[in-house]
């Protein structure tokens, strides 16, 4: 099942259709302030969040005020609405992905991930280990960039992305290994805060990547 989670980032407008036309998801989870991403073109499967940044919803609402404007604007039905208390230890992305992960989830698509929040963006990105964890693959989405997380060799199709840079997000990512790149290398240590693996660029359809141990952090982004 590919589930998406769209959070409260930057989507740009008409991304999601375009992308579920090209990659079919099969259901679609709000994440908070993510609901405002929606349109009559595509409603949500599912609500989540604490709704502290559910800004669709008029001010001075209640909580049972908010659930009944989701429900009348955005086809949810009473059971589609799960809200959480605004303070707790994880984030409504993380709760919303630990939910995805448990409806069996064998790809998970993230939009909404980046904006002017540094530490959200850094929180997002550090969800990624969960796909690590739980052997799924977990992207974060927008029109400009892909980021993922591997420890498994891996073809990476380029697919009108100009850039592909590579980070460790281990300690060290050893024996790694890239083909069918601008700066190809052979059986090279990345350790962690090394920035070598910048700005490479994909030279064929698809890159190559292989690695004996680690945890490397895979970026595609277009041109500016």
Known sequence: MHIALVLNGKVEKGFLLEYQKQHPIDFWIAV??????????????????????????PDGFSSEEK???????YGLSQEKIKKFPCEKDETDSELALQE?????????????WNGSRIDH????????????????SIVLEDKDNRVFLVKEPVQV?????????LFSYSEEVTGLTLRGVKYE????????????????EITKDEACITMKNGELLVMQSKEE
């Open 121 to 136: 963006v850094y929180g997002n990105i550090s969800l990624l280990t969960y796909g690590i964890k739980h052997q799924i």
């Open 100 to 112: 995805a992960i448990s409806m069996g989830a064998k790809k998970i698509t993230i939009f909404g």
């Open 67 to 73: 659930a009944v404007f989701l429900q009348e604007n």
């Open 157 to 165: 199709l380029k697919n009108g992305f100009s850039y592909l840079s």
């Open 32 to 57: 908070d302030g993510g609901i405002r991403h929606f349109t009559k073109e595509l409603f949500p499967d599912l609500f989540l969040g604490d709704m502290d940044s559910c800004n669709v919803v």
């Open 185 to 200: 290398v052979t059986d090279f240590i990345l350790r962690k805060g090394m920035v070598r693996g910048i700005s490479n």
